[in-house]
Nanobody, 122 residues
Framework: QVQLVESGGGLVQTGGSLRLSCTAS????????MGWFRQAPGKEREFVAS????????YYADSVKGRFTCSRDNAKNTVYLQMNRLKPEDTAVYYC???????????????WGQGTQVTVSS
């Protein structure tokens, strides 16, 4: 079992930056793929970014490529999402996810955090 706690959300103006953090419990963090999803009001939850167990491979949704960076620190059991040049359409609840296969995150098999709100004002 993995427990995930997100932090770092908030209100920011268009063009601003935020960094989300997700800290995991358990000694097997370094074997999990970690990533981020988001859900805007009235929309389905969507993939944002993820990194494999070692941090050597990362994936991004087209909508955030070049603006967001997903990274991890296995010594701290923490995964980060650095979000730059934020847009109003980035407004959503952001969820941290963990997957035991170590490479990719399949939502129905993932562990989830409670979510953190990100609001980008225009």
């Amino acid at each position: 079992q993995v427990q995930l706690v997100e932090s770092g959300g908030g209100l920011v103006q268009t063009g601003g930056s935020l960094r989300l953090s997700c800290t995991a419990s358990g000694r097997t963090f370094s074997t999990y793929a970690m990533g981020w999803f988001r859900q805007a009001p009235g929309k389905e939850r969507e993939f944002v970014a993820s990194t494999n167990w070692s941090g050597t491979t990362t994936y991004y949704a087209d909508s955030v490529k070049g603006r967001f960076t997903c990274s991890r620190d296995n010594a701290k059991n923490t995964v980060y999402l650095q979000m730059n040049r934020l847009k109003p359409e980035d407004t959503a609840v952001y969820y941290c996810a963990a997957a035991g296969n170590g490479e990719i995150i399949i939502p129905r098999h993932a562990y989830w955090g409670q979510g953190t709100q990100v609001t980008v004002s225009s």
